[in-house]
């Protein structure tokens, strides 16, 4: 494949070229397309950049994942929540006249999704929204506060009887969550909750997830590891997660040593992902490593910082995990992830998702749901982590 010459970002002429290719019918229906790697190494990009190209794709509808086998041309076997309201309230059709409010009408505000982490949730929420003959809406808002509010109040506008919202990173929540929150309306915050908001919410356990999968790496050996992340930012799914390393530490008496942690990784945030960013984060990454040959073992809090770590311990000519071992949250259940599988903690998104809907509904009905509901994440060994390496 050629390289366009245009200013945009490399993942936009990579998701540029493959849809001119499906729309030309060079690549056929059902037929297969290039995979992560593939991608990677036709356009000379990171793996992250061809991922985030297929995630653009698949959610245009142009193509499906399909566990195991790789992504196709759509046939379309995967429908992301009711794609034709979606497309209509992108397009400014879909008004609140035409919303049939004889069924239950619930509001959906996500950052994004992709094949690690995001897909799970929207499918049990959509298997739930049909169990209960609700009708769901979705609006994602690439981590960004300002899309988030004016998803909120177009919705509201639209006329949708309650909200499931994945509040966008960053240190301060909008004022319109705070004002739905005052008017009581139905509303159940997903992920993370929202520190002195009376909401609703319903996430993973982070800090059992994040205990359990440093005691992982202790029982193999490891007592140098590096925990990597972006900015806290008052996110509470981080800051929980970093909880748990922190706790593990104190449970097994061993020193906890910030100085081998690296929380400055912005590259895979929704508004920060360039390829010049992406490769800042790995440069920084392998300076750290030089810098700090004791560390054994690195705890990625999501996966796409597992694979600029990967790339990064692998620039250096070091193995994974001969000499290095990578943990994280979340990983693609499947070889989608070009072939490589990474030890992680999985979470329950389906069931998360189930119980978003089925909350807001009770709310909707004038009941009362718990405050907080975590699920418990399990540990999934993969390719990435092994014994401590005897010197």
Known sequence: MSETTSSKPMYEKIFDEVKQRIVTKEYELGERVPSEKELAEAFHVSRITS??????????????????????????????????????INSGELTS???????????????????????????GMEQAARDNDCFLVLRRTFGIPENEEQSILKLL??????????????????????KLVIGRFPLVLVDRH??????ASI????????????EYLFDLGHTHISFLSPPPVDTTAVEDRIEGFIQAHAQRGIMVNKELWVSDLTSTLPNSFNEQNIERDISRLVSHLQNNPSITG??????????????????????????????????????LGGGYSFTHMRQNEEEMGRIAVENVLIIMNGHAVPHKVMLEARLVPGESTGPVKLS
């Open 298 to 335: 690195l705890f990625a809090i999501e996966y796409n910082i597992a694979l600029l770590a990967k790339t990064a311990v692998e620039r250096l000519g070091l193995r994974i995990p001969e000499d290095i071992s990578i943990i994280c949250f979340d990983s693609p259940p499947t070889h």
């Open 97 to 123: 006249a035409t919303i049939n409010h004889e069924e239950k009408t619930i509001g959906l505000i996500i950052t994004d999704f992709g094949n690690s982490y995001g897909t799970g949730l929207i499918y």
């Open 51 to 88: 991922k985030k190209a297929l995630e653009m794709l698949a959610a245009e509808r142009l193509i499906v994942r399909k566990p195991g086998r790789g992504s196709f041309v759509a046939d379309p076997v995967i429908d992301y929540l009711e794609a034709e309201a979606s497309s209509a």
């Open 203 to 214: 996430s993973s356990d982070n800090v059992k997830a994040a205990l359990k999968g440093t």
């Open 157 to 178: 506008n639209l006329g949708v009887d309650g909200l499931i919202v994945f509040p966008a990173q960053g240190e301060y929540f909008n004022a319109e969550i705070l």
């Open 194 to 199: 929202l520190k002195g908001v009376a909401a």
